[in-house]
């Protein structure tokens, strides 16, 4: 069965710290690794990792994907309390599905 | 530039009614999905549909649960004879075709008393 799991679960941090958030994957045939950040409403999209080894980046927000073993992280830097979040990975295969794993709920503390 | 609408915003039905919920995705956008979420869990993929076609409803219960993306109009999910564990929030996302990133629309919290 197709799998998508985040670590950790929560984390809390001080403005300013860094943080790194992890998604492992096992599915069928992968086509695409997604980010998403989730605050009260709608889950906003942030990137799309397709090939291994290519950063992704946006201002503070970087992501990677390693293909060969099945995971990719998310990190940003100089982390602000409107970081404060659940990010959410989701993966696409050759099943039509996107797959979401439970998230990673983030608070950063001013 | 409208992004994905639902509504309505919050629906409480009692145990027994029928819930129907409503989605408008992007303009111009074919591919419709319906997830579910729990409090503190992600996002539980129900179907995936496109015009007029149900593409892949296997997360959805056979029972009670059904979906439609007619031609001209919203997608719907309606679930019939609602039960206090169908309480959720349920997202609805489009896409331009498979594989895009999906955009979300702010969701319809449904509770059931």
């Known amino acids: 069965e197709d799998k998508v799991v985040q670590s950790p679960l929560s984390l809390v941090v001080h403005e300013g710290d860094t943080v790194t958030l992890n998604c492992s994957y096992e599915?069928?045939?992968?086509?695409?690794l997604l980010w998403y950040k989730q605050e009260k409403k709608a889950p906003t999209f942030l990137f799309m990792l397709?090939?291994?080894?290519i950063e992704k980046k946006s201002g503070r927000l970087s992501s990677i994907l390693d293909k060969k073993e099945l995971f990719s992280i998310l990190n940003i830097t100089a982390t602000q309390t409107g970081d404060s979040a659940v990010y959410l990975c989701?993966?696409?295969?050759?099943?039509?599905?996107?797959?979401f794993g439970t998230g990673t709920r983030l608070k950063v503390l001013a | 530039n409208a992004g994905v609408m639902q509504n309505p915003r919050h629906l409480v039905r009692r145990r027994g009614q029928e819930a129907r919920l409503r989605c408008s995705p992007v303009?111009?956008?074919?591919?419709v999905y319906w997830y579910r979420q729990l409090p503190e869990e992600g996002l539980k993929f129900m179907v995936y549909l496109q015009k007029e076609n149900i593409i892949d409803e296997s997360g959805m219960p056979k029972e009670r649960f059904s979906a439609e993306f007619p031609k001209e109009g919203p997608s719907i999910l309606r679930i019939q004879q609602v039960v206090r564990g169908d309480s959720a929030a349920y997202f609805c996302a489009s896409s331009l075709d498979w594989g895009s990133p999906l955009h979300f629309g702010n969701g319809t919290r449904l509770t059931v008393t």
């Open positions: 989701a993966v696409t295969s050759g099943t039509y599905k996107y797959i």
């Open positions: 599915v069928t045939n992968f086509r695409s």
């Open positions: 303009k111009g956008h074919s591919h």
């Open positions: 397709t090939s291994s080894g």
